[in-house]
């Protein structure tokens, strides 16, 4: 089991930023990504970023804009970072940080999910 936490978020007018945080707690040992996605009102949820072991992912939309990031600096903790700089309207959405993690005892791999955090970016 993996729990996660998410923080940030918020308003924010075009061409700002923000930073959004997820912690994951539990069996983070078996963490093979940690990701943020996006939802916006109408739209089917999307891949923001990923961070793997060695490697990150960008939906093109952001490249150059937004940055992922991890540590493990805490004890029993992973934290995923997403740094979001010169915001865009479009960019307005629930995010959603994903964790995927290796369920060694049923030979599969899980997907947790954070509670979403609203990015609300006006014109």
């Known amino acids: 089991q993996v729990q996660l936490v998410e923080s940030g978020g918020g308003l924010v007018q075009t061409g700002g930023s923000l930073r959004l945080s997820c912690v994951a707690s539990?069996?983070?040992?078996?963490?093979?990504?940690m990701g943020w996605y996006r939802q916006a009102p109408g739209k089917q949820r999307e891949l923001v970023a990923a961070?793997?072991?060695?490697?990150?992912?960008?939906?093109d939309s952001v490249k150059g804009r937004f940055s992922i990031s991890k540590d493990s600096k805490d004890a029993g903790k992973k934290t995923v970072t997403l740094q979001m700089d010169s915001l865009k309207p479009e960019d307005t959405a629930t995010y959603y940080c994903?964790?995927?993690?290796?369920?060694?005892?049923?030979?599969?791999?899980?997907?947790?999910w954070g509670q979403g955090t609203q990015v609300t970016v006006s014109s």
């Open positions: 961070i793997y072991t060695g490697s990150t992912t960008y939906a």
């Open positions: 994903k964790v995927e993690v290796t369920n060694w005892l049923a030979r599969r791999i899980d997907d947790y």
């Open positions: 539990g069996i983070i040992f078996s963490i093979n990504s």
